[in-house]
C-alpha cells in the first residue's frame, strides 16, 4: 500500500495535555488494520522547544516525516512508527496519546542536541518500546535482557535504556509517561551517538532536566525548572534535613542507590542531580554556567576524560577521589564547600521551601 502524506498540527493531535491538568482524554481502541502513512509535522513544534533551550528560530529543526505500519507484541495488537531519529513500537491503545508521541519524540531530540550537538556522521535511529501494560514489559526485559532483567524491573517508574534501547510502560497520568520517555530518552541519545563516558551525577542530571515540560497550544516546550517529578521529592528530603552531601552526589551511582531498596535516598539523588544541573545552568554564577557548558562541549569532543585525569592527578589524594568529584572540580570549582553552600541555597528557592 502506498503511503500517502497529509497535514496535520500537533495541537489536533493531543490539544488537551497541560502538566497541571486532570483532564482526561478517551481511549480509541486500535484499528485492526493499520495503514501504512507518512504525516508531516510543522516546524513550529521544534521553534517553542529550540526558544526554551535557548536556540534561536535559525537553529530549529526541519520538518520531518512520520510512517506508520502494523507491529505486534505477543499477540498484543500494536503499531510500528518511523520518524527521521526515532523507531517507536507501542502497543497502547490511547490512540491521541499514540499520535502525539512521534513529535514528542522529535522535540525530546532537539532538546537533547541543543545540550550535547550531535557527532557529525551520528544518524541511527533511537528505538523506543511504549508497551501498554506492565507484563508486557516485564516480558519484553526478561527475553531481550536475561542476566539484567531483576534489576531493570525492579525500576519502579518502568522505564530504563540501554544502548539505542529505551523501554518503558504506560503510565498515569500521561504526563509521567512522557516524561520516562524524555529521560530515558537522553540516556539512549548519549549512549547512541557518544563514546565519552560521563559521570552518573552529570548523567543523570541531564536526563532530569529533560523531564519538565508543559503544552502550549498543542506543542511540548521544555521547563527544566519547573519539574513537579523531581521537585516535591527535594522539597521533601530539605524539610527532612536529609540531603546528600555534594562529595557523596558526585560519587555516587544510581544503581547504588536503587539496589538498597531505600525508596526515600533513591528519591533524594535523583531531585539533587536534577537541581544541581538546573543550578549549573541557571543559577546566575555565570562562572558556573561556563563551565558547565566547556564540559559539555567536551563531553561532545571527547575532551572530558583527559581533563578529569588531570584534575585526579593535581589534587592531594588521586586515589580516592571519584570520577564524578574530578570531572566536577576540573570544570566547575575546586571549593566544594562554598559551592555546596550556595547550591543549597539555590535548592530552597528552587522548590519555595
Given at each position: 500500500m502506498r503511503a500517502r502524506r497529509i497535514d496535520r498540527p500537533v495541537s489536533a493531535a493531543y490539544s488537551g495535555l497541560t502538566m497541571r491538568s486532570n483532564h482526561s482524554i478517551s481511549r480509541l481502541a486500535v484499528p485492526r488494520a493499520v495503514r501504512s502513512l507518512v504525516r508531516r509535522w510543522p516546524a513550529s513544534l521544534l521553534l517553542a522547544v529550540?526558544?526554551?533551550?535557548?536556540?534561536?528560530?535559525?537553529?530549529?529543526?526541519?520538518?520531518?516525516e512520520v510512517s506508520e505500519q502494523?507491529?505486534?507484541?505477543?499477540?498484543?495488537?500494536?503499531?510500528?512508527?518511523?520518524?527521521?531519529?526515532?523507531?517507536?513500537?507501542?502497543?497502547?491503545?490511547?490512540?491521541?496519546?499514540?499520535?502525539?508521541?512521534?513529535?514528542?519524540?522529535?522535540?525530546?531530540?532537539?532538546?537533547?542536541?541543543?545540550?550535547?550537538?550531535?557527532?557529525?556522521?551520528?544518524?541511527?535511529?533511537?528505538?523506543?518500546?511504549?508497551?501498554?501494560?506492565?507484563?508486557?514489559?516485564?516480558?519484553?526485559?526478561?527475553?531481550?535482557?536475561?542476566?539484567?532483567?531483576?534489576?531493570?524491573?525492579?525500576?519502579?517508574v518502568g522505564g530504563y535504556a540501554s544502548g539505542d534501547l529505551c523501554v518503558t510502560r504506560y503510565i498515569q497520568p500521561r504526563t509521567y509517561t512522557l516524561s520516562v520517555i524524555a529521560h530515558e530518552g537522553l540516556h539512549q541519545y548519549f549512549g547512541t551517538h557518544f563514546e565519552q563516558r560521563l559521570p552518573a551525577w552529570l548523567n543523570e542530571g541531564l536526563a532530569t532536566y529533560c523531564e519538565g515540560f508543559d503544552v502550549r497550544a498543542g506543542r511540548p516546550v521544555f521547563s527544566p525548572k519547573n519539574n513537579t517529578f523531581r521537585r516535591n521529592p527535594l522539597r521533601q528530603t530539605l524539610a527532612a534535613n536529609a540531603l546528600l552531601p555534594l562529595s557523596e552526589l558526585l560519587a555516587t551511582s544510581p544503581g547504588k542507590v536503587i539496589v538498597q531498596s531505600q525508596s526515600r535516598l533513591t528519591r533524594a539523588y535523583y531531585a539533587q542531580a536534577w537541581a544541581l544541573v538546573v543550578f549549573l545552568q541557571h543559577g546566575g554564577n555565570e562562572r558556573f554556567t561556563s563551565g558547565f557548558r566547556q564540559m559539555l562541549d567536551d563531553v561532545a569532543t571527547g575532551q572530558l576524560g583527559q581533563r578529569a585525569r588531570a584534575a585526579r592527578i593535581s589534587s592531594g589524594s588521586p586515589t580516592r577521589l571519584s570520577f564524578g568529584e574530578a570531572v566536577f572540580r576540573a570544570y566547575i570549582t575546586e571549593d566544594l564547600a562554598a559551592f555546596e553552600q550556595q547550591y543549597r541555597n539555590y535548592m530552597t528557592e528552587l522548590v519555595g521551601f
Open positions: 529550540a526558544s526554551a533551550a535557548g536556540c534561536s528560530s535559525a537553529d530549529r529543526g526541519p520538518e520531518f502494523p507491529w505486534s507484541y505477543r499477540q498484543a495488537s500494536g503499531i510500528h512508527l518511523t520518524t527521521d531519529h526515532f523507531e517507536l513500537f507501542t502497543t497502547i491503545h490511547d490512540a491521541e496519546l499514540r499520535d502525539y508521541l512521534p513529535g514528542f519524540l522529535e522535540a525530546c531530540f532537539q532538546q537533547y542536541s541543543a545540550l550535547l550537538p550531535l557527532p557529525a556522521g551520528s544518524e541511527r535511529r533511537l528505538k523506543t518500546y511504549l508497551f501498554a501494560t506492565q507484563r508486557q514489559w516485564m516480558n519484553f526485559t526478561r527475553e531481550r535482557f536475561p542476566s539484567r532483567s531483576d534489576l531493570l524491573t525492579s525500576v519502579q
